[in-house]
């Protein structure tokens, strides 16, 4: 099955710094990537996504890197703010759109946590 | 648009006593749902995908018998955790995919279930 690692599990910056966070998975065949932000006691609300077709994404202060040959992906997100703090999860879902699939479930990293300081 | 609704958020009951979770899709239909556990600063744990109509398929290591799962329309999935013990305290959080396309999970507020 697959099997996602994510890195590091805890992140402190400055406010206005940037943060990345990475991710690599194990199974070539995954082929849509999501982020969640997860605040305290609440839940998982995604943030950004992207598909194997396309190697970057972007949403505003948040980005999405993809590189299917090293199979690693990573979260970036400028400007930082302490509204930002959270713990951030990358998942990985080998079977999107294709037949005879994993049924869409994903395989999520350990998460990060993110502390912005203002 | 896309919102999941999770009841009930908090459930303090005493051993042996089965409790039961709703998750439902208010304003799409999902043919499938998620069900995870997530334990204090830990990620978050597959237990089974519930599919609309049919049984619903567990991960390795999750006691079918334990925590019934019932996906009986394309709005509603329920999880019932059956004679419940302290063990089984933790936050219970259900997702659900949009019925068409290549959709995304969306999250329920979770359930924090606590057996005393």
């Known amino acids: 099955g697959e099997n996602v690692e994510q890195h590091p599990s805890t992140l402190s910056v400055q406010e206005g710094d940037s943060a990345v966070i990475k991710c690599t998975y194990s199974?070539?065949?995954?082929?849509?990537f999501p982020w969640y932000k997860q605040e305290l006691g609440k839940r998982p609300q995604l943030i950004i996504d992207?598909?194997?077709?396309?190697g970057e994404k972007k949403d505003q202060r948040i980005a999405v890197t993809l590189n299917k040959t090293a199979k690693h992906f990573s979260l970036h997100i400028t400007e930082t703010q302490p509204e930002d703090s959270a713990v951030y999860f990358c998942?990985?879902?080998?079977?999107?759109?294709?037949?005879?699939?994993?049924?869409?479930?994903?395989?999520f990293g350990k998460g990060t946590l993110l502390t912005v300081n203002p | 648009g896309a919102v999941v609704s999770q009841h009930p958020s908090w459930v303090i009951c005493k051993s042996g006593t089965s409790v039961k979770i709703e998750c439902r899709s208010l304003?799409?239909?999902?043919?499938?749902m998620f069900w995870y556990r997530q334990f204090p600063k830990q990620s978050l744990m597959l237990m089974a995908t519930?599919?609309?109509?049919?049984?619903?398929?567990?991960e390795q290591g999750v006691e079918k018998d334990k925590f019934l799962i019932n996906h009986a329309s394309l709005t509603l999935s329920t999880l019932t955790v059956t004679s419940a013990h302290p063990e089984d305290s933790s936050f219970y959080i259900c997702?659900?995919?949009?019925?068409?396309?290549?959709?995304?999970?969306?999250f329920g507020d979770g359930t924090r279930l606590s057996i005393l």
């Open positions: 304003d799409f239909q999902a043919t499938t």
């Open positions: 199974d070539s065949a995954s082929n849509y």
């Open positions: 997702s659900a995919r949009v019925y068409t396309g290549n959709q995304p999970q969306h």
């Open positions: 992207i598909r194997s077709n396309v």
């Open positions: 519930s599919n609309e109509g049919s049984k619903a398929t567990y």
């Open positions: 998942a990985a879902n080998p079977g999107l759109g294709n037949s005879g699939g994993s049924n869409y479930k994903l395989t």
